[in-house]
């Protein structure tokens, strides 16, 4: 059987230990998820494996030649190549053999009863059609089909965008077809509708393995089978299972070490006690044989749990049953983007904007706080409202200040210790409080601006992706917290598995024009798929199926959707 034999005893970078003690064999078929905190390098773990680091104690053995595809960070070497070149190198073996082909052609020309030369051609044809020469091109079509890049292709890549080329090269790789891809965050930069066609393609199309890592949990769990966890400070661990079954069983794993380990504590601290009593009475021969037996003793060592962040977020007792509400309002900066002929924000929903692609959606949101204004019509605001505005660029803090001074800009002048105790919810050290913000990676930079929020109560809380930068413990963190928040959300979001867990509505803006679907992202997609152009929980399990739609699906289809939404649902919960 094809399989990686990986063997990593220690991995130092500036003398610093990095990785060790990593024993994994990568099996054909395996398709795996590689996750762990932000600075766990994984990445670093990813290079090793597909042989761009070298430099480390251990070996990897390659059992049957297996061909690797890695998705680059670095997507091309020749930026004067078209996108059509480019994706056609994937076929570098098939491009060799063509102009084989063509130079025997040229020579039988010349030399048409030439039996090596006919010979040789025969064979070469065979090669060619073995390995699919007349669908290559078909290929290239349908992958920069459904990546969205079709209309690039006759363009160069130096006059297409960062995120374009994120596309080329995710398509490049899979092209190619590897034995086994190595696909390091493949869905950042890349639009929703290109993600879906992605996790279609591994499911449905992909036959060989991979091992992929992504902040993207809903990918993971439609991809991957197999979750290897990576943490600082302990081995790496296994799971045979998806994300959101790896989430349950690390909770339960982790728990059963506290538990075990806390045991073992009390049952030390009870000999030590035994054996301190006797040891200068007349029983000092048993105390001895006690304390022998408890050094013989071998003791667990105190397990390694990550803390995970705190998030808190205070709200108004105050309000009214509509927050806001737009009338045949046009929204854009200049010149309008998109139209809305009328929706109303209610009190308690928790509403995903989301788009066909990236534009407009900060420039909503800045009309919405009157950073902007609307263009045109009628747009309200309950007069009392009171918004605490999450901004994905983290507009609301001073690069260039000092943490503390963040808070004081806000009108937050706590005294040192409150603040570190604020701060400690989201896992910065005393010594932080004096760092400047620049300083600080994405994710400190979030949840500080999340540590000033939570200062403030507000009954609209609206979020510009959220989870951008944060790690898997974090994100789910935030959900926890969030589902507490008792007043009314909106935010966009590219986290389906966030979205999932949170919404009650959407706000789809497609065609120039803002529709409404209800509760997630699956709702909306079903319905569209099944042209059902109603207003309808299709997915929750308490909706009262209306005769129209069971018309539409069957009895048998409502039954069965009602069924497995609801438990899906229960799972999420």
Partial sequence: MKHLKVKIDKLEISWVEILKNIDITINSNDRICLVGPNGAWKTTLLKVLTWEMKSYDGHIDNIWNISIGYLHQVYSDNEEKTVREELASGFDSIQDLEDKIIAIESQMTKDPTNME?????????????????????????????GMWILKLLDKKLLE????????VALAKVLLESPDILFLDEPTNFIDMKSVEWLESFLQNKWKWWYVIIS???EFLDKTCSKTYEVQPNRPLTFYHCNYSDYVQQRSATEKKKVDNYKREQEFIDKEEKLINRFRAWSRAWWAKSRGKALEKMEKMEQPYIPKKPKFFFDFTWEHPEKILSFKECFIGRKEPLFYIQE????????IWIVWENWAWKSTFLKSIVWELPILDWFY????????SYYSQMHEELDKNKTIKENFEIHWLH???????????????DRADIDKKVSDLSWGQTSKLLFAILWQKDCSLLILDEPTNHLDYDTRESLEESLRDFKWTLLFISHDRYFVNKLSTNIWFISDWELSISYWNYEDYKYKQDHNIDMDVNIFDEEAQMNLVLEEKLWEKEVKRLQTRFGKWKKRRR
Avoid: C, M
Wanted: glycine share 2%; proline share 1%.
């Fill in 343 to 350: 929706s109303i924000l209610y009190a308690w929903q928790r």
């Fill in 160 to 167: 297409i965008s960062w995120w374009q080329r994120t596309k």
């Fill in 215 to 217: 902040h993207d949990r």
């Fill in 380 to 387: 309200s605001k309950w007069k009392w409202v009171k918004i």
């Fill in 117 to 145: 030369l006919i010979d040789s051609y025969t064979s070469l044809l065979e090669q060619f059609n073995n390995i699919g020469w007349n669908d290559y091109n078909n290929k290239i079509h349908g992958v920069a089909n």
């Fill in 414 to 428: 706590y005294p040192e210790q409150h603040l570190i105790a604020i701060l400690t919810h989201y896992l910065f």
